[in-house]
């Protein structure tokens, strides 16, 4: 199995739930921005040069949350929930929430405050953004009143969603009114898995 990977970006997420799944895998590492990601060999995997990009035999796949997904059904099926499980809707609610609800805010505000040229970056819009992803978290923030993780047991969901509410709190968004998510993204951090990925 090989991962193409970057730090600080989604392929934390992969390399994280393999480590918690104890899958051996060969790590492929790029730096964000990276030219290699765009040139012929990689784009021959991924066609959109982003990362991660997982490579398992015949099989490639280069969205998070559908690998997160692929690897619990074929290797790990107690980090998922069963269609029949009580929590399987919470389970999916929470699995696509950062794709969904997060993310998008996150993505304008680094372009606007990280990517972008400081003479073509926009305060308005990263401001913007950054108001849209506090009321976002609010969601999750309700959610995890008297929870450890998302969905009962620790689950894919965690290391997808879970994974969004930490690049949150390290992007500044306004955890001093968010103790559940606060106690939620230490409760992550401090797995050995999870500092395992982010040493990648």
């Not at 009580?86 to 929430?97: G, I």
């Not at 500044?172 to 951090?189: C, K, M």
Request: glycine share 4%; no cysteine; proline share 6%.
């Amino acid at each position: 199995m090989k991962v193409y990977f970057a730090p600080q970006s989604r392929a934390v997420r992969t390399v994280w739930l393999l480590e918690e799944m104890g899958q051996p895998y060969e790590l492929v590492k790029f730096t964000l921005g990276q030219k290699e990601m765009r040139g012929p060999d990689y784009t021959a995997i991924n066609p959109n040069g982003r990362v991660p990009t997982l490579v398992d035999g015949d099989i490639t796949i280069s969205e998070s949350t559908a690998i997160a997904q692929y690897l619990a059904a074929k290797y790990a099926p107690n980090l998922a929930a069963a269609p029949d499980a009580q929590n399987f809707a919470e389970y999916l609610q929470w699995l696509h929430y950062a794709e969904g609800m997060i993310m998008p805010p996150i993505n304008n505000y680094v372009v606007e405050t990280i990517l972008l040229p400081p003479e073509r970056r926009n305060d308005e819009i990263a401001a913007r953004a950054l108001k849209l992803l506090n009321r976002t978290l609010a969601a999750v923030e309700h959610h995890m009143e008297g929870r450890d993780f998302l969905a009962g047991d620790f689950t894919i969901a965690d290391t997808i969603t879970g994974h969004a509410v930490v690049m949150s709190r390290r992007l500044g968004a306004a955890f001093e009114n968010l103790p559940n998510l606060l106690a939620y993204a230490d409760r992550l951090e401090a797995r050995s898995a999870f500092q395992t990925a982010e040493a990648a």
